[in-house]
Every structure is written in structure tokens, then in C-alpha cells.
């Protein structure tokens, strides 16, 4: 890390009261947190609107999903033109649990689901985290980089630009489970994504493109994960709820 500016994002994800929502944010907002670090959190959809009116603006509001496309009879779904409309600047997209948990595909001729919202809330202004990982069985059988490259391909046939889109190298076995990367795996993916781009897409979007890392971050391993070379922030579920260690790994920027 130390050539793009570091990202880092709080995904919540299924968690939440009002009132535990409300001290995490007056946490966040007591919090001294690094200057040249982007900060994102991604609350549960219905306190979003909590949250923007009592977050400070130093860190920006994520939604964890979006609609593929305008609103309208879509029961259930939420369009991006109402993300925008509560505040929200970035949406979460591909991640494992929405691909493997609730089956959203990328690669179905009919769905392609994971692009199409990629490319629909780009179009609209929101910048999309795009994540990516491969299962414990595919790193086993050799296939991470193949797995990453193909969930990739998928983003890059979709999007029209990759100015507003930070890449997130969740390994499937190290989300929610305690069982970090080590910071040479994290590395070593990082490299290759980031190859894949400069092959695939070009050598600017290569080296300007934040690739974040997820998968049990906390605040004792940040550090070491934050120096590595292509290490450029980090996608925190878990202990994004906590709001001292998420500021410990917001100032882990080296
Ligand atoms: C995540 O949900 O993106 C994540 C990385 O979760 P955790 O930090 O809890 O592993």
C-alpha cells in the first residue's frame, strides 16, 4: 500500500438495533481517526437514514445491495435512485455472502446479476465496492486466481469504467470465520488481480484501482496486512461493529 489512498469499509451487514446503531456512531464520530484514509460504512438498509443524519461527514454511507436497474414493480428491492436520495455514495456489490448464501450470480446469460447492478449504479453516480474470493475448496483444488479472474471478467464486461470502483479480495474461508488470510496470501491474490487488470483492462486502471482485503480483519492483524505492497485498505465486517477497533484499523495506513 502506500500509492492510491487507503479505503477502508464497515459492512454491518445483518446487524443492528436503533440503539445499538446509535452508539456505534457516536463512537465513530468520537473517534480520531487518519486524514488521507476514505472511510465507508454499509449499515442494514432501514438505518441508513439513522445513520446519515447522525454520522459525521468524514465517512461516507454504503448500501449493502442495490436494484439492477430503475425502480418501480420490484417488491423487496431497492433502487439506487433511493440510495442516492437518503445520502448514500457507494454500494456493496458480489459479496460472498449475497453469492454463495443467497445465490446471486454473475455468470447466468439471464441474470448476470452482479454486473448489471455494477454497471447500473455506476451509471447512476454510486461508486460500487466489488468484491471477490474464492471458497476454501477452490483455494484447495488451485483455483483462487481462476475463481477471482472469472468473478472479475464479469465485473469488467459490465462496467463502463472503473473511476468509481474499489475492488474487495474477500477469500470466502476467512469471512466471519476468524481465519485471516496471511498477509503473503492476501498479497499474492492482490498481485494477481491486479496483473488480471493491466492484462485485461490497462495499465492505469492497473495501478490506480483500489484492491481492498476482507476476511477477518480486527485490530491486532491490520498492521501487518496494511504493509503489504498491494494491500491499498480493507473490507471489516465483525469488527467494523466495534467502533475503537474499527478506528484502529482505519489508522493502520502505513
Ligand atoms: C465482510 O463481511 O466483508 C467481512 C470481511 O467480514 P469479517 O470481517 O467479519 O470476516
Redesign the pocket.
Known amino acids: 500500500s502506500g500509492k492510491v489512498q487507503f479505503f477502508v ?1 464497515g ?1 454491518w ?1 445483518c446487524n443492528g438495533t436503533k440503539e445499538s446503531i446509535s452508539k456505534l456512531v457516536s463512537d465513530l464520530n468520537s473517534a480520531t481517526l487518519e486524514p488521507d484514509v476514505d472511510v465507508v460504512v454499509a449499515p442494514p438498509f432501514v438505518y441508513i437514514d439513522q445513520v446519515k443524519n447522525s454520522l459525521t461527514d468524514r465517512i461516507e454511507i454504503a448500501a449493502q445491495n442495490s436494484w439492477i436497474g430503475k425502480g418501480g414493480a420490484f417488491t423487496g428491492e431497492i433502487s439506487v435512485e433511493q440510495l442516492k436520495d437518503i445520502g448514500c455514495k457507494w454500494v ?1 456489490l458480489g ?3 449475497r453469492r454463495h448464501v443467497i445465490g446471486e450470480d454473475d455468470v447466468h446469460p439471464h441474470l448476470q446479476f452482479i454486473g448489471k447492478k455494477a454497471a447500473y449504479a455506476l451509471s447512476q453516480g454510486l461508486g460500487v465496492i466489488a ?1 471477490i474470493g474464492e471458497l476454501l475448496k477452490e483455494r484447495e483444488e488451485g483455483k483462487t486466481n481462476d475463481v477471482c479472474f472469472r468473478q472479475m471478467k464479469a465485473f469488467a464486461d459490465a462496467v463502463p469504467s472503473w473511476d468509481n470502483v474499489v475492488i ?1 479480495y ?1 477469500p470466502v474461508w ?5 481465519k ?1 488470510a496471511t498477509p503473503q496470501q492476501a498479497q499474492d491474490v492482490h498481485v494477481a488481480v491486479r496483473d488480471w487488470l493491466k492484462k485485461n483492462v490497462s495499465t492505469e486502471v492497473a495501478s490506480k484501482t483500489r484492491i481492498i482485503y ?5 485490530g491486532s492483524n491490520c498492521a501487518e496486512l496494511a504493509k503489504q505492497e498491494d494491500i491499498d485498505g ?7 461493529l466495534k467502533g475503537p477497533e474499527f478506528a484502529t484499523i482505519i489508522n493502520s495506513v502505513t
Open positions: 469499509g459492512n451487514k456493496v459479496h460472498s455472502e468484491c474487495a474477500e476467512a469471512i466471519g470465520t476468524g485471516v476482507g476476511g477477518s480483519v480486527n480493507f473490507l471489516v465486517g465483525g469488527a467494523s
